[in-house]
């Protein structure tokens, strides 16, 4: 099984900030990397799939990149609607796995 | 417009049954697979299983094989995540996702069911 190690566990930033997360894989998942955000009491969604492609919707300030093993997401400067969490994603076979989240937190 | 809508919040006593359900509309129920995916409380998300509506081809986490059974009824767009006997461990939010066409990724959720057990 794949799993994924998602850091920093916690990022506190000030709205304005560019925030980066990371995603690392225990082996190699190519491309197949999708990004979640989820907010309390919210049910997550699809921000990014295939490492690099945003969703339908998912503004430009969002950004993935990466293949292989390690995989980022970047928020280029935070909205106040941004602070949630946010999890990695990867299929391999018929195997779904997800990282442990990062929380981006006001600071 | 795609959406996948869950039965309501359950509250249940250990050694119960139970099963919860997953009603797709706006696309064609029978050709995209529904997944489950469990988030404790406090916790991350954990893929369960996932089954093929068109043919009722299920898939299983390893995690989750033989402590849950996935179902669908293509007859009412529906799908479902049953449990026979719970345990309190078994409490948590509970999803059904849609599998992306592409096949790696969740491209729709539904609203999430609470299931509570408790003595």
């Known amino acids: 099984e794949i799993v994924l190690t998602q850091s920093p566990a916690t990022l506190s930033l000030s709205p304005g900030e560019r925030a980066t997360l990371s995603c690392r894989a225990s082996?190699?998942?190519?491309?197949?990397l999708a990004w979640y955000q989820q907010k309390p009491g919210q049910a997550p969604r699809l921000l990014i799939y295939?490492?690099?492609n945003r969703a339908t919707g998912i503004p430009a300030r969002f950004s993935g990149s990466g293949s292989g093993t390690d995989f980022t997401l970047t928020i280029s400067s935070l909205e106040p609607e941004d602070f949630a969490v946010y999890y990695c994603q990867q299929r391999s076979n018929w195997l779904f796995t997800f990282g442990g989240g990062t929380k981006v937190e006001i600071k | 417009e795609v959406q996948l809508v869950q039965s309501g919040a359950e509250v249940k006593k250990p050694g119960e049954s139970l099963k919860i359900s997953c009603k797709g509309s706006g696309y064609s129920f029978t050709s995209y697979w529904i997944g489950w995916v469990r988030q404790m409380p406090g916790k991350g998300l954990e893929w369960m299983g996932i089954?093929?509506?068109?043919?009722?081809?299920?898939r299983y986490s390893p995690s989750f094989q033989g402590q849950v059974t996935i179902s669908a009824d293509k007859s009412i767009s529906t799908a479902y995540l049953q449990w026979s006997s719970l345990k309190a461990s078994d409490t948590a939010m509970y999803y059904c996702v849609r599998r992306s066409p592409a096949h790696t990724y969740f491209d729709y959720w539904g609203q999430g069911t609470l299931v509570t057990v408790s003595s």
């Open positions: 082996q190699s998942v190519s491309s197949y």
């Open positions: 295939d490492a690099s």
């Open positions: 089954i093929y509506p068109g043919d009722s081809d299920t």
